[in-house]
């Protein structure tokens, strides 16, 4: 649900619009969204409760209630498109001709898997671009008595960035969100050269169980 302003009523006047109603309006607007009405994949609060007090790979040490000065750590919004979001995602792999009315059909489809998607994004706030991002999808499953299982993909922080521990801090709050959300395990794969950097944070490749196949499409 979410409240849009209707100017075909008087200026003040706001009306409630469910999925489908919002994504008519966001056809009509080309996708332009104003940011007084920017949504969130998921809610914010459960960033900033997630506590880092027993993490001993920061120094200094951050948080994502206290990443350091003009970085705020947050859930993925509907306005990123414009704050560089997908140009981001380019240092990571291959992105193609997205336009803003297919960026928000796809967050409004991911938002309503309710439970699911927490792509979660580092803003310099002085600049307003996204320089950091990492998703954490959350599985159900029977197995387990109808367990949950965490996986983390499609991790990066800005080539301006690197090197200030925001990639450690947008991984350990995905990890830490995934206990937080009753997942039993979270898993990833990478290039082995990056190994060492899941490892720092705890990730372990199992002995017998460390293969990652997969078929291309
Ligand atoms: C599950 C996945 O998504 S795998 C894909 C990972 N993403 C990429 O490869 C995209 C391109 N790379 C990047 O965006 C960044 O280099 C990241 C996200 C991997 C790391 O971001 P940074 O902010 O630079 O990492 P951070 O400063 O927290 O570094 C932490 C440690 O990891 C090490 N490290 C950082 N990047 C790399 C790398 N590419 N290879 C090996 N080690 C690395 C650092 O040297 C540092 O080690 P130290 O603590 O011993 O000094």
């Known amino acids: 649900m979410a409240?849009?302003?209707?100017?075909?009523?008087?200026?003040?006047d706001l009306v409630i619009?469910?999925?489908?109603?919002?994504?008519?309006?966001?056809?009509?607007t080309n996708g332009f969204v104003p940011e007084a009405e920017e949504s969130f994949l998921y809610d914010n609060a459960l960033v900033q409760a997630l506590s880092f007090e027993h993490l001993t790979c920061?120094?200094?040490?951050?948080?994502?209630?206290?990443?350091?000065?003009?970085?705020?750590?947050?859930?993925?919004?509907?306005?990123?498109?414009?704050?560089?979001?997908?140009?981001?995602?380019?240092?990571?792999?291959?992105?193609?001709?997205i336009s803003k009315s297919?960026?928000?059909?796809?967050?409004?489809?991911?938002?309503?898997?309710?439970g699911t998607y927490y792509v979660t994004v580092i803003e310099d706030t002085s600049t307003h671009e996204i320089i950091g991002a990492a998703t954490l999808v959350v599985e159900q499953k029977f197995i387990?008595?109808?367990?949950k299982k965490g996986i983390i993909e499609e991790v990066v922080v800005s080539d301006r960035y690197r090197g200030r521990q925001l990639g450690k801090l947008i991984v350990a709050t995905l990890i830490e969100m995934g206990k937080s959300l009753g997942c039993y395990k979270v898993s990833l794969n990478c290039t082995d050269q990056m190994i060492k950097?899941?490892?720092?944070?705890?990730?372990?490749?199992?002995?017998?169980?460390?293969?990652?196949?997969?078929i291309r499409m």
């Open 3 to 12: 409240e849009v302003n209707n100017n075909s009523k008087k200026a003040n």
């Open 17 to 28: 619009l469910d999925e489908d109603e919002l994504n008519q309006e966001v056809q009509k």
């Open 58 to 97: 920061f120094n200094p040490k951050i948080s994502p209630a206290q990443p350091g000065m003009n970085l705020m750590v947050r859930s993925l919004g509907s306005g990123d498109y414009e704050r560089g979001f997908l140009d981001l995602l380019a240092q990571l792999t291959k992105v193609g001709e």
């Open 102 to 114: 297919d960026f928000l059909k796809r967050f409004n489809s991911m938002k309503g898997c309710k």
């Open 144 to 147: 387990r008595g109808c367990a």
């Open 197 to 214: 950097f899941y490892c720092s944070l705890g990730f372990k490749q199992e002995e017998g169980n460390a293969n990652f196949l997969q």
